[in-house]
């Protein structure tokens, strides 16, 4: 083998460990497509949830439909990880500008490991400021 081909084959072997999404980008993806049932299925029983104004403690099922309603009325058409905090094994944070038909939003989850599975134990959607 060639010295030429070498960082070739070696990029070949670095590249599954770069493409391995974890669980913060995993809920990106799912809030840019604005899949609300999907994003639940990470919800802890209980959320802390803050949309705009409102805010409160509410089930897995009652904050999927709050954020089914904002999907609904805020169509997604992109979404930008501005800030992720995944050092400890045991909480994740995540802070995404979503862009939608209506404008921007800023979107932040912490997430919390509960058994082998990271949960959204707090999510916060507000207005952007720019």
Known sequence: MKL???????????????????????????IKRGNAHEVASYFSASVDFTMMKDAGIYSKAQAELILDKFFKEHKPHEVKLLHKVSSNANYNYGVLILSTDKG???????????????????????TEKT
């Open 104 to 126: 921007k939003y800023r979107v932040a989850y912490t997430l919390r490991e509960v058994g082998k599975m990271m949960e959204i134990i707090e999510m916060r959607i507000e």
């Open 4 to 30: 030429r081909q070498l960082p070739i084959l070696s990029l070949l072997f670095l590249l599954p460990a770069a493409v391995k999404a974890g669980p913060i980008e995993t809920i990106a993806e799912l």
